[in-house]
């Protein structure tokens, strides 16, 4: 379950403000499958980045009780100057498994 | 899954950070381990043979290159902790696309790699000294400890300070390492404050890392003393920017992380 309250959240381009979300509250339940339907750029992105938690919202809070994965397909999360092994390995460890389990 | 405590996923966070800057600074350039050893050294030979060129007498009781390693190790360390930190959260953007991940966790990943690399060149250093027979005693073992550590948590406070600046302001990063090429020959590195003329020493007083090189060099040589260290300058100069960079970092993680 994810709960948004009172969420805004604008870019500002060239002292204008771009809303993406303008007082939005809903609750989005568990083992539900959800689609976000936009044009290009209308922010689908961004929302998913704030339901994953690493971007947020101008004004109010989005919370969640569970634990999900970070935000897939999204680009990034991968550095570069590291091997793939060595960026699972990244992963595992900081979602805390021990050594052992990690090989 | 079972819920962590914030403590406990800052905890891996961290070693997560602090493997990966181990792999990436030092695993894939096979060289890596050895420049926190050469650079340091190239620097005491150099002034060392630049000293005895100049048929300096040098201070009596003391090996000229053992002053110069007491120095330069410690400066080396906090300029890299300095400029560790302001490159920290560019050089782990891509990871903060993990929630885990929060920007102060790569600086302090980064501060334990700075020790690490520190021990290890001490090491290399003593071994150094006593392949050459140089006197390498210690006066009061401890206090030097401590200066050391004091130097660190001094480094990070400033480093998470200038991080943040940085962080908004580009061209901050480009002043501060514009300022600290001066530094070099303004931290009481390759002479004691003792031997510089009255109103040199006034003036290089007011520069905080001189009170910690002299701390460490006080303490080190049994034939100098901490006579100009000033403690709370140094507890000024700690605290403030810690605190200061501190909470510029609370208002500011989301805007580092999102930006």
Not at chain 1, 73 to 94: D, E, P
Not at chain 2, 76 to 89: C, D, E, T, W
Not at chain 2, 172 to 191: A, D, Q, T, V
Request: charged fraction near 15%; charge should be positive; hydrophobic fraction near 50%.
């Amino acid at each position: 379950m994810i709960e948004l309250k009172n969420v805004t959240k604008y870019f500002k381009t060239e002292g204008e403000k771009k809303y993406i979300l303008k007082n939005v509250t809903l609750t989005i339940h568990s083992h539900v499958n959800l689609g976000i339907l936009g044009r290009n750029g209308a922010g689908k992105s961004t929302l998913l980045r704030m339901l994953g938690g690493i971007d947020y919202p101008t004004i109010g809070t989005i919370s969640s009780p569970n634990t999900f994965s970070w935000p897939m397909g999204l680009a990034g999360g991968f550095q570069g100057s590291m091997t793939g092994r060595q960026n699972i390995k990244f992963v595992c460890r900081i979602y805390g498994q021990r050594a052992k389990q990690i090989n | 899954m079972k819920k962590r405590t914030s403590f406990s996923i800052f905890k891996s966070v961290v070693i997560a950070l602090f493997l990966r800057e181990i792999q990436t600074r030092f695993g894939t350039k096979k060289l890596g381990y050895l420049w926190g050893i050469i650079d340091p050294m190239t620097q005491i030979i150099m002034f060392s043979l630049v000293k005895s060129a100049l048929h300096d007498r040098g201070m009596s009781g003391i090996d000229y290159p053992v002053f110069l390693a007491t120095g330069f190790l410690t400066y080396n360390f906090f300029k890299a902790l300095m400029n560790g930190s302001m490159s920290a959260f560019d050089a782990n953007r891509a990871l903060f696309s993990y929630r885990q991940v929060k920007p102060i966790d790569a600086i302090v990943s980064r501060f334990f790699v700075e020790f690490l690399v520190l021990f290890a060149s001490i090491t290399v250093f003593i071994s150094f000294g006593l392949f050459f027979g140089l006197n390498i005693s210690v006066k009061v073992f401890n206090m030097v400890i401590l200066a050391v550590a004091w130097l660190g948590i001094f480094g990070i406070g400033i480093g998470i300070l200038f991080a943040v600046i940085t962080n908004f302001y580009e061209t901050f990063g480009k002043i501060i390492s514009f300022i600290s090429l001066p530094l070099f020959f303004l931290s009481g590195l390759l002479y004691t404050v003792d031997s510089l003329p009255p109103i040199a020493r006034e003036i290089i007083l007011y520069n905080p890392i001189v009170h910690f090189i002299e701390m460490i060099h006080g303490n080190y040589f049994s034939v100098l003393n901490t006579d100009y260290v000033d403690y709370e300058y140094m507890i000024f100069w700690t605290i403030v920017p810690l605190f200061i960079g501190l909470f510029f970092y609370l208002k500011a993680e989301k805007k580092i992380i999102a930006s």
